[in-house]
Nanobody
Framework: QGQLVESGGGSVQAGDSLRLSCAASNPVDWYCMGWFRQTPGKEREGGAG???????TYADSVKGRFTISRDDARKTLYLQMNSLKDEDTAMYSCAAMLGSCGPSLLERNQYTYWGQGTQVTVSS
């Protein structure tokens, strides 16, 4: 239950765009979902969250550049990343929790299911 598989990472130049996908084994409208990222030696941080009611939230570091979205028919969560910067380099993971999100969509401890991650590397 709750298997998540990410794809779409890669190596790009600063200013480029990437779209990450997270394929779920169950309908995504069952879940509170989010995208998190982590670099070596640092804690995992929330990038974007999406609640079942359509509410979304973004970390200040990605606001205006990243967009989180869902495709219920494809059971997939997306993260469109534009105007990528060197500091966006990280391992990106999607996460899910059955039901609605808590007050903060970027609170990682509420998430039960995690994907294995996809690496994004941005160079200038």
């Amino acid at each position: 239950q709750g298997q998540l598989v990410e794809s779409g990472g890669g190596s790009v130049q600063a200013g480029d765009s990437l779209r990450l996908s997270c394929a779920a084994s169950n309908p995504v409208d069952w879940y509170c979902m989010g995208w998190f990222r982590q670099t070596p030696g640092k804690e995992r941080e929330g990038g974007a969250g999406s609640n079942r009611n359509g509410r979304t939230t973004y970390a200040d570091s990605v606001k205006g550049r990243f967009t989180i979205s869902r495709d219920d028919a494809r059971k997939t969560l997306y993260l469109q990343m534009n105007s990528l910067k060197d500091e966006d380099t990280a391992m990106y993971s999607c996460a899910a929790m059955l039901g609605s999100c808590g007050p903060s969509l970027l609170e990682r401890n509420q998430y039960t299911y995690w994907g294995q991650g996809t690496q994004v590397t941005v160079s200038s």
